[in-house]
């Protein structure tokens, strides 16, 4: 038997005892479904099969009051063949003593021939003459061969408190105490429970789901069985099952089986047990008496009588069910209107009760509304601690419980906070909530004020620009005519402003600010207000392509004001990033990218984590990071929101750089997919547009579709300067035209256009822009001019640290000085651009480079493109946590990157290694390790290895 191993050696050596002619008794106790008649049945096969004669009785409930009722269930089996020939059957008129005398002597005729095993299931519903008898017959089993075998269980009248039980020999427990040995039950062992379950599946059944079924059932047959039986019936297949399936299976029967061997117990057993399962595993006498509308002394002796028989427990927390399956089966028999109300009433007690808010609040999430301020106020609470550790669903559940209790004053303020939610989630679904929370908002200007700029930024993260200006523009007019406070409509004419310009209908040639960091600060006491007029004065210098340093002292004012959340003006906020990398402050956009990156992963928005990573793209590309330009663009697109018909703002940023960090590592054919999918410009926000354009022309061009590709940048700069936006740190789209038109036979336009765009770069003075606009100039210069041109290009993308773009120009330089007979300099500027261009990872300028060392008479250098030292940071980290034996799963969960990423990574390890899988790792990284996962983030990490 399974698990069962100490009890059948008790009965045999019981069984040993009597066929030595020395009586023993066999006491098995247990719980309600611990087994007892199962091991009855067996220990009846078990002596038969040694030759003992076995008479067996079973008591039950409803015949307690029955008197002789077991002793006459054995009598009767005793006479006839197996018992004494012709002896009487004794009337039921004998009395007690008499019966008991006459019964005894039919045992010792019985066991004239052979040994005999008497066995009584449920001693605790035996009669009390019975128990009377079976005192008589333990004190004389002395010298018989005879095995008395009896099952206690604890659903015994005795601890009933009703008083039926009796006392002394008339009591089971009294009786009990008679007994040559006891034993107790336990629950089915891991083991035999696998054995069970994998049976039913037909198949070996995981050590989780093992574990799982025994932690819901304690190991107990009945409820095995009915776990097995409800598995059976939702039809679940070993692929479906988990722990926390299992965890959550709910089997009626379980409920309805106790409650029929319970019915002695009280009056009220079912609405207490039904109490418990709600409260559990806190329950208390007082708690169970409000909910069950009881008497506390009664509640208090109903949950008494319930642990000793086994079904209940007491812990340090209260009191709760000894199996969790129990639980769950009493909680799936009530209708959900009546846990409902059981949940409410339970936060209403608890409330009353000072218990700990916790507590509370888990039982007004399920409940019916309690209709009480209290209830309201420990909803949101709980709603702002899910929000300060990140989990976004729980407060969301924890808002949309709390518009049951709110009144109209504060819906407005929760639908806000709802919306705020679902925009960390995505922007489509938080326009429709923040757009409900706009109408129910009626008197309370400022209120309103900020949920329509919720609703813009919303609008404008799903790529609808246009619908979030409208917005601004009409909440904007409506404050001046209302007369709101100055500072709040300075607020919106700030957010109106940024809009415009992403409209083009802004002015790019706005007059500089006349307000210092300083006066800004004493008009606008609202961080936020002062955070828009500053972003408006920075997008606004840089826009007008002359005032760099104002942008950036602009910029840096306005990222320094506090948020509230990270979801607070993020839009604006990324931007401003993009305003200090494109005005030649980079690592500090880099910096303020990764520490709103940080946050937004800390506080779970999705959002805002995709959007920032989309930025991070764009910073990382331009800094020469293919690798983390490729990691974070990839995260966008595969992570982040999921669009319902057209690219969202994000995802329409990350994937221009993404399809040009492809076609730079090599991987011509995905970066084609990614930017010449067809109908893509109709699919992406028009703010974006030129974006991929600018992106969709260079590769064309690379690909060697100039006319295409040349058309594509010009429809760039077409939509460009519709806008009013001619600054090249943007797009420098003009360079990229122009080297085309060059290649097409148009000098004369090439020319113009690298002039146009060279005059525009310095007139900003961002150096990476310069830089670039140098590097077409000189390409497309009269030959004696053409060097100094590329070499005032390469100091000043060193300068801005575009490793990429300095990479081309030292290779653009290395070619004029091949050209004009100076090969040393030559090689050595080619061998710089080399090293550059390994350590971006950029695969195709690496091999063009090359050609152009072979071509130059150098021999390329090998030390940096094969061997350890060769491997990119990114790459490094991947082949050591490949070699410590991580999955490519488990890999892009620790990096934070997707497996696509993990498989490239070691592709390229593999070819700089010469090695061909992942065995070979070890023996080649030696004793390095990989970075701990609580080391830095990886896109930190990765800024400082590249720095």
Known sequence: MLSRDSEMTA??????AAEAGMGASLLLEGGIGAGKSHLVRAALRTARSKGFGTVSARARPGERDRAHGVLHQIRDQLTGPAGEPGSPRGADGTDGAGEAAAVHRMITAATAGAPLLIAIDDLQWTDAPSLHWLGYLTA???????????????DRPDLTGDGAGGQGSESAAGVASFFHR????????????????????????????????????????????????ELHRTGLTSGDLSAGRVARLAPVEVAETLLTRLGGCSPEVGAVLDAVSIVAPGASGPLVSRLVGIGAGEAADALYRLVRRGVLTEGHDGIGF??????????????????????????????????????????????????????????????????AGGALAEARVCLERGLAECGPEEEPGLLRRLGHIELADGPEPAV???????????????????????????????????EALRIVEQEAGELDRAGAPKELRAGFRAVRGLLELLEGRGTHQAPPSTSSPAQLSEVARSPWVRRAEAALAAVGAQWSGTRRAEALQQARLA????????????LMRLGLVLVLARSGAEEEALDNCAALLSAATAEGSRTVAALARAVLAECTYRAGRLTECLDAAHEVLERGPEPAEHEWLGSAMARGWLGSALYESGDLDQAQRVLLEPGLEGAVPAVTLPGLLFHRGRLQVALGRVGPGLADLEECGRLLLHRGWTNPALWPWRSEAALAHARLGDEEAARRLAGEELALARAFGAPHAVGVAL????????????????????????????????????????RELMRTRKARQAREHLRAAAA???????????????????????????????????????????????????????????LYVTRRTVEMHLSRVYRKLSISDRRALRLVTGDQRPPSPSGPHPQHEAAESCA
């Not at 004389?140 to 005879?146: C, K």
């Not at 990222?559 to 993020?570: C, I, R, Y």
């Not at 490094?876 to 890999?891: C, P, V």
């Open 322 to 387: 000894a199996q969790p399956v129990v639980m769950a089966s009493f909680r799936a028999r009530m209708p959900p209107s009546e846990r409902a109300r059981l949940h409410a009433e339970a936060a209403k007690a608890l409330y009353a009760g000072s218990a700990p808010r916790e507590r509370i609040t888990a039982h007004l999430l399920p409940g019916a509304p309690v209709g009480e301020r209290w209830a309201l106020r420990l909803l949101v609470d709980a709603a702002d601690a899910a929000l």
């Open 11 to 16: 009965l045999d050596g019981a069984l040993s």
């Open 432 to 466: 429709a909530r923040l757009r409900r929370t706009v109408d129910l908002i009626r008197g309370d200007t400022g209120q309103r004020a900020m949920a329509l700029l919720d609703l813009a930024q919303a609008a404008a993260l799903t790529g609808d620009v246009p």
């Open 182 to 229: 006891r034993v107790v039950l336990q629950g089915l062992n891991a083991d035999s429970v696998g054995y069970l379950l994998t049976s039913f599946l037909g198949e070996p059944a995981p050590e989780d789901l093992t574990r799982a079924c025994r932690t819901a059932t304690g190991g107990n047959p009945l409820l095995l069985q009915a776990l097995l039986r």
């Open 836 to 894: 550059l261009a390994e350590k971006c990872a950029a695969h195709v300028l690496v091999q063009e480079l090359r050609q152009d060392m072979v071509e130059a008479g150098a021999r390329p250098r090998r030390d940096t493109e094969i061997g350890p030292a060769s491997l990119t940071p990114a790459e490094r980290r991947t082949a050591l946590l490949a070699a410590e034996g991580l999955t490519n799963k488990e890999i892009a969960g620790r």
């Open 140 to 154: 004389r089993l002395e010298g018989l061969p005879v095995v008395l075998l009896a099952t206690l269980g604890t």
């Open 775 to 814: 590097r077409a100039a000189g390409l497309l210069a009269p030959g004696e001019e053409r060097a100094a041109l590329l070499t005032e290009s390469v100091l000043l993308l060193r300068e801005a640290g575009a490793a990429l773009d300095e990479a081309r120009a030292l290779r653009d330089l290395g």
């Open 559 to 570: 990222l320094s004001e506090p948020a509230a959340t990270v979801n607070d003006h993020a």
